[in-house]
């Protein structure tokens, strides 16, 4: 387990092995960065969070 919050992001933003093997990963709008994170909202809603700048949207 890692001892802080960046491990935590770190072993996020590593590619995953369905990402790779698509070839069609999901790219931040803003910044253009694949480290992409789904997001659950509070009714059920989905959206994305790029793990690189921070951007959101769904």
Do not use: K, R, Y
């Not at 960046?6 to 990402?19: F, K, M």
């Not at 999901?26 to 959206?47: E, F, K, M, R, Y």
């Amino acid at each position: 387990m890692p001892t802080s919050i960046l491990g935590e992001v770190e072993d996020l933003s590593a590619p995953t092995a369905a990402c790779v093997a698509g070839g069609a990963a999901l790219q931040c709008p803003s910044c253009g960065s694949s480290h992409v994170a789904q997001v659950l909202g509070d009714n059920g809603g989905v959206s994305f969070v790029c793990t690189a700048c921070g951007h959101s949207w769904s």
